[in-house]
C-alpha cells in the first residue's frame, strides 16, 4: 500500500515553465515532508522540506506548497532551467520508528531547452 | 560533508554468483536501508537495520539478505544472483527518531546480472 502518492509520473516542460509535482498522504501522523532531487546516476538528495504547521515554504526558485486539510503537498519549480531536469520524490515521515520516511513513486521531469 | 559511500558504481555479474553490495556510513547513523530502484516504480526497500546485527524486511526481500556487524557498514547479498535483480541499488541512513533530517543516500550502485 502506498502511504504517499505521486503524479504525475513524468513531465515535460519548456525552459522557463512552472512544472508542479503533487503528492497526497492519509497519515495524519506524518509532521515531516522532504522532497528529494535525484539527477541521472546519483542517489536522490534532500532537496527542500516543510512541516505541517506552515502552508508555503520556498528556496530558491522551488516552492512546497501545503494543503494540511486536503492532505496534499506540491513542489512548484519557477523558472525552470534544463539543470532541473531530474527524477523528484516526495515522502512523509513520522517521529516513531527506524523506519519512518515512505516515498512517493517519483516524477521523471525534463526541462525543454 | 557527511556521506554514505557505496563500493562501486557499477557491478557486472553472472548468474547464479553470490554478490556482494557494500555500504559505509561516517554520521554515527543507527539506521541504514538498501532499496533497488528501476524505471516506473520508484525506490522499492529490500531490507533495512535499526542496530548492529538487528534486520528487519522491507517490501521486497526475497533472493537478498543483509549483514550489519559495524554501526557505520551495511551489506546487501544477493545469494544467487538472477537476471530479475538487474537495477540500481542505493543505500540510505537515518538517525533515529529524527523526523526533520530524512535519509542520506549514496550514489547507487548498478548491478547488471547477464
Known amino acids: 500500500q502506498q502511504q504517499v502518492k505521486q503524479s504525475p509520473q513524468s513531465l515535460i516542460v519548456q525552459k522557463g515553465g512552472i512544472p508542479i509535482i503533487n503528492c497526497a498522504y492519509e497519515?495524519?501522523?506524518?509532521?515531516?515532508f522532504p522532497w528529494y532531487q535525484q539527477f541521472p546516476g546519483k542517489g536522490p538528495a534532500l532537496l527542500i522540506a516543510?512541516?505541517?504547521?506552515?502552508s508555503e515554504k520556498k528556496e530558491g526558485r522551488f516552492t512546497i506548497s501545503f494543503n494540511k486539510s486536503a492532505k496534499q503537498f506540491s513542489l512548484h519549480i519557477m523558472d525552470s532551467q534544463p539543470g532541473d531536469s531530474a527524477t523528484y520524490f516526495c515522502?512523509?515521515?513520522?517521529?516513531?520508528?527506524?523506519?519512518?520516511?515512505?516515498f512517493g513513486t517519483g516524477t521523471r521531469l525534463t526541462v525543454i531547452p | 560533508d557527511v556521506k554514505v559511500t557505496q563500493s562501486s558504481r557499477y557491478l557486472v555479474k553472472r548468474t547464479g554468483e553470490k554478490v556482494f553490495l557494500e555500504c559505509v556510513q561516517d554520521?554515527?547513523?543507527?539506521?541504514m536501508f538498501w532499496y533497488r530502484q528501476d524505471p516506473g516504480l520508484g525506490l522499492r526497500l529490500i531490507y533495512f537495520?535499526?542496530?548492529?546485527?538487528?534486520?528487519e524486511k522491507g517490501d521486497i526481500p526475497e533472493g537478498y539478505s543483509v549483514s550489519r556487524e559495524k554501526k557505520e557498514r551495511f551489506s546487501l547479498i544477493l545469494e544467487s544472483a538472477s537476471t530479475n535483480q538487474t537495477s540500481m541499488y542505493l543505500c540510505?541512513?537515518?538517525?533515529?527518531?529524527?523526523?526533520?533530517?530524512?535519509?542520506?543516500f549514496g550514489s547507487g550502485t548498478r548491478l547488471t546480472v547477464v
Open positions: 540510505a541512513s537515518s538517525l533515529t527518531g529524527a523526523s526533520g533530517y530524512g535519509y542520506t
Open positions: 497519515n495524519t501522523a506524518f509532521d515531516y
Open positions: 516543510i512541516r505541517p504547521d506552515v
Open positions: 515522502a512523509a515521515s513520522i517521529k516513531t520508528g527506524a523506519n519512518n520516511l515512505f
Open positions: 554520521m554515527d547513523h543507527e539506521n
Open positions: 537495520s535499526y542496530d548492529v546485527k538487528m534486520k
